[in-house]
């Protein structure tokens, strides 16, 4: 949260840490020269189309479409009206993918929103122009991004355990909250160790976690064609009856569905590590929003073949429920399915909100130490390492439901500002060259949508989790103003920097030509 501009001791201290490091590098290193080193200490280019894609379905595809489509169902009131909205809601995502793969032309660095704020408001004013772009890195960073993954890997755990039920019945309630959050430590202190390591090991996990997935998603659609095929079409043919006419219900259907889809602007956040991100971004954006659309809405016929309404609106999990229904004895696979599912999204989630940690500490509106990188394996640790230990006080904390409930709320402000952002750099970009331009009605119709997800449901329904998510608004504002638009910086801050390089092994990131 300081800027990058150093006192003279403290870049002197950077800088021996820096080369010490790099010299302990180089020793262990031996055919490797300093020079050599040196040039390569900056984030590469390991993510080619298919990663991109498998990234994003990664992101997108996690516990929501396995556990809560009855939640849609329920507000929708009709199997007819809840397959539209989510069909809507993979039309309304893809055109969001689609501007901001624009926006990724314009400003081509990592940090999906965040960049895009700081290029269209950071110049419009100088106490007003930076604060968007703080206000969302803040709220992002400290506590959507580490409470949706501690809910994503305590969802992992509860279903690893699933299996392993039997075993569990003599421990009390107690024991058993401890066991699945002993898992979830672990699974996070896995997943951490992946993504400080290697972006590779990365990719090549979530690749793998993203087939292993969609295989499970086909398992479910199979089970509800050959209930198809087999005459079960009484549930569908309801179509229309009891759909519901009230807008806080629909607002709440679409964030329902949208919190599923959640995860369409993950590549963005790390085009600076995406080969030919010109055309990749693009190209991932039309194969993976399609498909995941393509995905949700036969999962839910399936869902729907099987079940009736009341069943799916009673079940805590859709998928456990249809599995045990029509799987029979291989109805194992739905709790193994959703484990991967949340492990390879919480391991996406945390592989993106770093970068953006990462591009947030570049800019000086996060902590420096923050933005450097390690000598050998090349990857923003102290980020990672920094959302790690977030999502682990999350864990900790026990039930965190209700304080991630005002997510989508808040992620939809962050949204309908980008869109902003993509109108006003029209007209201050130009003349920058674009691989392709949305038409203008995209960004208008993602504003409409913006403002209809935000307004309705505060004053349809104005619960406190709302009021909440504006009160971390404001608690951002409060911090920007002494360690970002006064650039105060505390002297324990050269200690602190010095600690992490020494700690982790990294050093500044090289600076490459525009």
């Not at 189309?49 to 595809?61: D, E, H, K, R, Y």
């Amino acid at each position: 949260m300081v800027a990058p501009a150093q006192t003279e001791s403290g870049a002197t201290l950077a800088a021996c840490t820096s080369a010490v490091l790099a010299a302990r590098s180089a020793e262990s290193l031996p055919t490797r020269s300093t020079q050599a080193l040196t040039e390569q200490v900056q984030l590469k280019r390991e993510v080619g189309l298919f990663s991109a894609v498998s990234l994003s379905v990664g992101c997108m595809i996690g516990s929501g479409i396995f556990v809560s489509p009855s939640i849609a169902l329920e507000l929708s009131g009709s199997v007819g009206l809840c397959l539209i909205i989510w069909a809507i809601c993979g039309a309304i995502s893809l055109l969001g993918a689609l501007a901001f793969a624009e926006l990724s032309t314009l400003v081509p660095r990592s940090g999906a929103e965040y960049a895009y704020f700081l290029e269209a408001y950071g110049s419009l004013h100088k106490f007003w122009g930076p604060l968007p772009c703080f206000v969302c890195a803040w709220v992002h960073m400290f506590v959507l991004s580490p409470a949706s993954a501690a809910v994503i890997i305590l969802t992992f755990s509860e279903y690893i355990c699933q299996p392993f039920a039997a075993y569990m019945r003599g421990l009390t309630l107690e024991e058993q909250d401890f066991v699945k959050k002993l898992i979830a430590m672990l699974a996070l202190g896995l997943l951490t160790y992946i993504n400080c390591v290697s972006v590779k090991l990365y990719v090549h996990m979530q690749n793998v976690f993203t087939i292993g997935k969609l295989v499970v998603c086909v398992v479910v659609i199979l089970g509800g064609t050959f209930l198809l095929c087999t005459g079960h079409s009484e549930n569908l043919s309801k179509g229309f009856e009891g759909s519901t006419t009230s807008p806080k219900n629909l607002a709440l259907a679409f964030y329902g569905c949208l919190w599923s889809y959640g995860g369409w602007s993950t590549i963005t956040i790390i085009t600076e590590e995406v080969k030919k991100p010109e055309v990749n971004i693009t190209r991932s954006v039309v194969i993976a929003l399609p498909l995941v659309t393509a995905v949700y809405l036969m999962m839910n016929v399936a869902y729907m073949t099987a079940l009736t309404v009341p069943e799916m609106v009673a079940a805590p999990a859709v998928a456990v429920v249809f599995g045990d229904r029509v799987l029979g004895v291989v109805r194992f696979i739905i709790p193994v399915g959703v484990a991967l599912s949340t492990f390879g999204c919480a391991l996406s989630g945390q592989f993106a909100i770093s970068r953006l940690c990462y591009v947030a500490s570049s800019e000086g509106h996060m902590v420096e130490a923050f933005s450097y990188i390690h000598v050998r394996h090349l990857t923003p640790t102290p980020a990672v390492v920094l959302q790690g230990l977030l999502a682990l006080l999350f864990i900790v904390g026990g039930d965190i439901k209700s304080l991630i409930a005002f997510a989508s709320f808040l992620t939809w402000i962050f949204y309908g500002l980008a869109m902003v952002a993509l109108m006003i750099m029209r007209r201050t970009k130009k003349d920058v060259e674009r691989t392709y331009k949305v038409p203008l009605i995209v960004p208008v119709i993602m504003i409409m949508v913006a403002l209809f997800l935000c307004i309705v449901p505060i004053v349809t329904d104005p619960t406190p989790r709302y009021f909440f998510g504006l009160l971390l608004l404001a608690v951002g504002f409060v911090l920007y103003i002494p360690l970002v638009f006064y650039k105060l910086r505390p002297q324990c801050m050269d200690q602190f920097t010095y600690l992490v390089q020494v700690l982790l092994e990294v050093v500044p990131p090289e600076k490459t030509a525009d």
